[in-house]
Nanobody, 124 residues
Framework: QLRLVESGGGSVQPGDSLRLSCAAS????????MAWFRQAPGKEREFVAY????????VAADSVKGRFTISRDNDKNAVYLQMNSLKPEDSAVYYC?????????????????WGQGTQVTISS
């Protein structure tokens, strides 16, 4: 059973940067494609970024493209989300998710494992 634990969230001002981390345990991390999702109060969970098992073919949602970068380190069993030029509308709980099958998808129910989330708040 893969376990995912996010960290790195916090409260920052517009224009600042944050780096989220997601540590995996309980499985062979390189066997899972990874993604980040986010959910703001009263809104549906939203896809943010995806990365394949070996770290190729990263995909970012249009709303964060050019500002957010997903990466992974299979030796450290971790996936990261570098978030730059943060905006108030980026405020949400951010979740990392894993699925055994490779191949990009932004559909949350295709991901089998989820972390507990980390809060990101952007305000002046």
């Amino acid at each position: 059973q893969l376990r995912l634990v996010e960290s790195g969230g916090g409260s920052v001002q517009p224009g600042d940067s944050l780096r989220l981390s997601c540590a995996a345990s309980g499985g062979t991390f390189s066997s899972y494609a990874m993604a980040w999702f986010r959910q703001a109060p009263g809104k549906e969970r939203e896809f943010v970024a995806y990365i394949s098992k070996l770290g190729s073919n990263p995909v970012a949602a249009d709303s964060v493209k050019g500002r957010f970068t997903i990466s992974r380190d299979n030796d450290k069993n971790a996936v990261y989300l570098q978030m730059n030029s943060l905006k108030p509308e980026d405020s949400a709980v951010y979740y990392c998710a894993a699925k055994g099958a490779n191949g990009y998808t932004a559909t949350s129910y295709m991901y089998n494992y989820w972390g507990q989330g980390t809060q990101v708040t952007i305000s002046s």
